[in-house]
């Protein structure tokens, strides 16, 4: 498995839009599927969304469903969060995840922070009202 790295935090406003990236610490993601979580400094750490390397097979959390939309280009070996309609709640650090398994997700809940091996250190993400 390769240890994911976040950037593209920064501080927008209430209904702009911001793009992270998640690219591969040492060698490529494929074929592990990839995750995004988030967490404020006084809230446990949130699901936002997952992707499989194989198909286009996707999940969201409620929070961020029909905002945000999560991506991969396999030959930049990267992982995106296009994240738009941004509200002050989703202030948060966010973090790119590399799934246990080199496979679907099988019998693995994608939304389960347990499912993943490797975490990213996370970008600052701030939203102003």
């Known amino acids: 498995q390769a240890q994911p790295v976040e950037s593209g935090g920064g501080l927008v406003q209430a209904g702009g839009s911001l793009r992270l990236s998640c690219t591969a610490s040492?060698?490529?993601?494929?074929?592990?599927?990839m995750g995004w979580f988030r967490q404020a400094p006084g809230k446990e750490r949130e699901f936002v969304a997952a992707?499989?390397?194989?198909?286009?097979?996707?999940y969201y959390g409620d929070s961020v469903k029909g905002r945000f939309t999560i991506s991969r280009d396999n030959g930049k070996n990267t992982v995106y969060l296009q994240m738009n309609s941004l509200k002050p709640e989703d202030t948060a650090v966010y973090f790119c995840?590399?799934?246990?398994?080199?496979?679907?997700?099988?019998?693995?809940?994608?939304?389960?922070?347990?499912?993943?091996?490797?975490w990213g250190q996370g970008t600052q993400v701030t939203v102003s009202s």
């Open positions: 995840a590399t799934f246990s398994k080199p496979v679907t997700f099988g019998g693995l809940s994608p939304s389960s922070p347990s499912s993943y091996s490797y």
């Open positions: 040492g060698r490529s993601f494929s074929p592990y599927p």
């Open positions: 992707i499989a390397w194989s198909g286009n097979i996707r």
